[in-house]
């Protein structure tokens, strides 16, 4: 600090986590106000001018762009209220995205060390976490939404006996039905509760497919569930994670679904 209660353009920029230039801008804005230096003409900051730069600084890292601020530098009280108001509605709703941002990465860093488990473990009995497939319709938009919000809910459906043909679609559409007016309601190939009641029952591993391309359910996956006593009548596999496993590859988590041998 220099001359009592000023501070030079460098000190309070410095303090309020910005450019020199940017806070000439905000002067040049009229913004911000400086008082100059008996020697040299510098600009120098009072602690009242270092609260209104606080003030603007505040509003910009919230988004608020500085030709707003300027323009609103003869508001009514009832006026700051409003932007109050705003800006606090912008932030809650970038809170909610960060939200949803927050646990869609949750979810993919538990599929992907679930991905690392199967792959170690080999195919093991386990209850299918998905509760429906519906088959993929590309006329859906609701469907398209659906998985490019989640992309682990695109699955297929595979026959033991036709491993050559998929179905494509998505695991747990959201309530099962579109939004109104975007077309049918999906049709639901599998319902796991409904295969339970038929006594099918599960076993779990992994499948592979080149980048984008076509899920191969490995013959050595189906041959080790027969191993246990079971016959593989479908396998239903989700997207879990896209890494280099000996080459770029896409990994699938698969239910192979079974009835047990006589």
Known sequence: MVQGAL???KEAAALLGVTPPTLRYWEDEGLITSSRSKTGNYRMYSIHDLFAASYVSFFRNMGVPVKI?????DDSLDDIVAMLDATQEAVDAQLRRLERVRDRLRTQALLARHASDLLGQGVRRADPSAKRFAAYDPASVAQRRA???DSQRYAVLISAERPDTMVEGCIDFP?????VGEGEAPDILWDRKEEARAGVTYYEGVAFSEKGGFVFVDASRLSEVRACGA???YALAHFLVS??????KDCYRVWVACRVAD
């Open 175 to 179: 309530g099962d039905a579109p939004a």
């Open 69 to 73: 601020l300027s323009a609103n530098q």
């Open 147 to 149: 998985l490019l919000r």
């Open 231 to 233: 016959e593989p009548l």
């Open 243 to 248: 890494a280099n496993f000996d080459g770029r």
């Open 7 to 9: 501070c030079s353009i």
